[in-house]
């Protein structure tokens, strides 16, 4: 019988390999399915078209454009979520196994979506603040960051086909790089299978995105110094990788996320009695369970205090028998096979390695049951968990691990002793703590975290609604220091930083405000005729400042701001409790001044301006007494457009006013960034 050949995406086409390649098995029936080969593809040639092609296209985009796409493409995969699914079942993944991958995924792109709020609707980013360099404020240094001229290469691997590739490839495209995606060969049917139905979208340009199913060897002596390589996988591959001569000779980023021996530890406060026990055994058994224990993520150490080791085997045990081993198009199957033979194999191989320094204490390498599937045929394992009483002595533990169901219990005798056996890990993307004294947490936390990329904290009051110890949120960098590759993705703003190049600029505060498109302090304004509150978002200018009349702080001000608001601090208020202050006299609340000079700029009458959206920082930066003048320079400082939500929806956008409060010696005493929602000329 012929396979299904997987195709390759290249140079805007798809490619059907000349080639029937490596064969790919189904993980439940061992049937072969699928084979996936690379014959025929010029790597060179994909390389240079996602230069010249896909990366120019992705810039002359802004980041708002960007990541409403990607919001267009999650809504376009999750409505074809069900075919995905069918696949999935292939790699052994339960129902819950495949939301993990496939939702979860489609997740990473609505996350990145929502992100583009945090940037400008520009093509490029500026970071961070201006630096004062000169005395009299007509040189200051800035930084911006734009998008890397180069390609995306990621290396991911077999046991998240989708989560892999989306999680990824979200931050390089909103970024504005293009990416070529390789998925571990193992399981590159189901990447297929939805970079597919990415193509079919035709939401993003042309080159934005290539895939190759069979082997990518060679491809790194294609790379240039404006490309990025992200490899997801083996520490041992990852290393061989990291080491190539064209990753040192071109300085070219390597972010490394490798499998790690990941723990979760028991508080010594915590009893069997305590609703943090309960919690500690589901989240250890659904750790081993989950995807059978084919997560970068997945908990193999469990640290428990030495008098409760006894408690944590029975229970643990408890749970993990009532896991149904088998097909799991069963509905009363809890846990599938492996990826594949191949995995089985390995796993079986590390487990005998670990069987020569401790003991299995719960489940069987040879003796278990398998629901609807032949388990020699199938790549099945039962879950196992050994027991290690001296794990400083048999340190197998910390250094061997096996990608599957598989992990080990250990004691400890003070909290010190668990964080040291934590830390032996040598790096690890992930640990745990269950708890219910926050002091333990706090000491566990500081202690550990300079190994851990992540530590979640669980007790009665988060459980509920934790993502748990495995998932990896869009928010929050996912990676680890040493054995766990030393890398750093998502992460939310960070993540995307690693795909933009930042660059340090000087100039005159006009100039850098040019160059930026965003107003810095003393640089040149502009006056007009129309107040801007009367101009609609298109025509605001970065840089048209509104220069208000004058008004003089009384006594009075200070006394009636203190009865509307409430606010009698002894400062406003009390003129004889004022010694050993820095204050000569009653002084003006801060959120007077700030007031005042709202009352100062604002139009009183319907315009564009919709609302007052808020504040984005604020700072009194001198006393204001009865008897001074106070006036403001309000400047356009940086323009935002949003996107219609509906058809009916009023376009829109929010402006940045830089507000400068000064007194009559012309010092400013208030400089803060209010937003206003600016109503657009043009409501197409």
């Not at 058994?285 to 080791?309: H, L």
């Not at 006894?310 to 990826?339: H, S």
């Not at 010190?416 to 830390?423: G, N, R, V």
């Amino acid at each position: 019988m012929s396979l299904t050949k997987l195709g390759n995406y290249a140079e805007g086409k798809w490619v059907s390999p000349s080639a029937e390649g490596e064969v790919l098995h189904n993980a439940i029936t061992g049937e072969a399915i699928y084979t996936a080969a690379s014959t025929g593809l010029d790597f060179g040639a994909m390389m240079h078209y996602a230069r010249t092609v896909g990366g120019p296209a992705l810039r002359k985009l802004t980041f708002q454009e960007r990541g409403r796409m990607l919001k267009a493409l999650a809504m376009y995969l999750l409505e074809r979520k069900e075919d995905f699914y069918l696949v999935s079942g292939y790699t052994g993944a339960t129902r819950v196994d495949s939301w993990v991958d496939i939702e979860g995924g489609i997740g990473n792109l609505f996350a990145y979506a929502s992100l583009r709020r945090q940037f400008p609707d520009e093509r490029y980013y500026v970071d961070g603040d201006a630096a004062k360099l000169s005395k009299n404020n007509t040189f200051i240094g800035h930084h911006i960051m734009v998008p890397r001229e180069g390609v995306a290469i990621h290396i991911n691997a077999f046991n998240f086909p989708v989560w892999g590739m989306l999680e990824k490839i979200a931050v390089n495209l909103l970024a504005g790089v293009p990416a070529i995606v390789k998925p571990a060969t193992l399981t590159s049917y189901l990447t297929e299978a939805v970079f597919r139905e990415i193509i079919k979208s035709g939401i993003f340009p042309e080159g934005s995105l290539q895939l190759i199913c069979g082997s990518a060897r060679g491809i790194l002596d294609h790379i240039e110094t404006q490309d990025v390589v992200t490899f997801t996988g083996s520490a041992s591959t990852g290393r061989m990788l990291k080491s190539h001569p064209r990753i040192l000779s071109e300085s070219v980023p390597f972010n490394m996320e490798a499998d790690s021996l990941n723990c979760c530890i028991l508080g010594a406060d915590v009893t069997p009695s305590m609703p943090e026990f309960d919690i500690f055994i589901k989240e250890v058994a659904r750790e081993i369970t989950t995807k059978a224990g084919q997560k970068c993520t997945a908990v193999r150490r469990v640290i428990v205090p030495a008098d409760r080791v006894e408690d944590v085997t029975i229970a643990l045990g408890k749970r993990l028998q009532t896991t149904v081993v088998g097909d799991p198009a069963l509905k009363e199957v809890r846990m599938g096979p492996l990826a594949g033979i191949s995995q089985r194999n390995e796993v079986r191989e590390k487990v005998q390695e670990l069987a020569k320094s401790q003991s299995i204490v719960i489940g069987s390498l040879e003796h278990f049951e398998v629901m609807g599937a032949d388990k020699e045929k199938g790549a099945f394992l039962p879950p196992l968990v050994f027991l290690n009483t001296d794990p400083y002595k048999n340190v197998a533990c910390h250094n061997i691990e096996a990608f599957g169901p598989v992990s080990t219990i250990m004691p400890y005798a003070t909290t010190d002793d668990a964080i040291t056996l934590a830390k032996m890990g040598m790096g690890s993307l992930v640990c745990s703590v269950v708890t219910a004294d926050d002091d333990i947490a706090r000491e566990i936390v500081l202690g550990a975290a300079s190994m851990h990329g992540r530590i979640l904290v669980l007790n009665a009051d988060c459980a509920k609604e934790s993502t748990g110890h495995g998932s990896p949120m869009p928010l929050l960098v996912h990676g680890g220091p040493g054995r766990a590759g030393g890398g750093e993705e998502m992460g939310g703003k960070r993540g995307v930083m690693h795909y933009l190049q930042r660059c340090a600029i000087q100039g005159s505060p006009t100039t850098i405000s040019r160059i930026t498109n965003v107003y810095q302090q003393h640089g040149k304004q502009f006056e007009t005729d129309k107040h801007p509150f009367k101009k609609y978002f298109e025509e605001l200018a970065i840089g048209e400042t509104l220069v208000t009349a004058k008004h003089t702080v009384s006594e009075a001000d200070i006394t009636n701001f203190a009865n509307v608001s409430g606010d009698n601090f002894y400062a406003h208020m009390d003129a004889t409790s004022l010694e050993g202050t820095i204050f000569e006299k009653r002084v003006a609340h801060g959120y007077f001044i700030l007031s005042k000079a709202a009352g100062l700029f604002v139009d009183a009458k319907k315009g564009p301006v919709l609302l007052n959206y808020g504040i984005d920082e604020c700072r009194f930066t001198k006393p204001v007494y009865p008897g001074m003048t106070i006036g403001v320079r309000l400047t356009v400082k940086e323009k935002t457009a949003q996107e219609k939500k509906t058809p009916e929806d009023v376009a829109k956008g929010i402006v940045k006013w830089l507000v400068d409060v000064y007194d009559e010696t012309g010092e400013t005493v208030a400089i803060a960034t209010i937003l206003t929602m600016v109503k657009m000329l043009n409501q197409d």
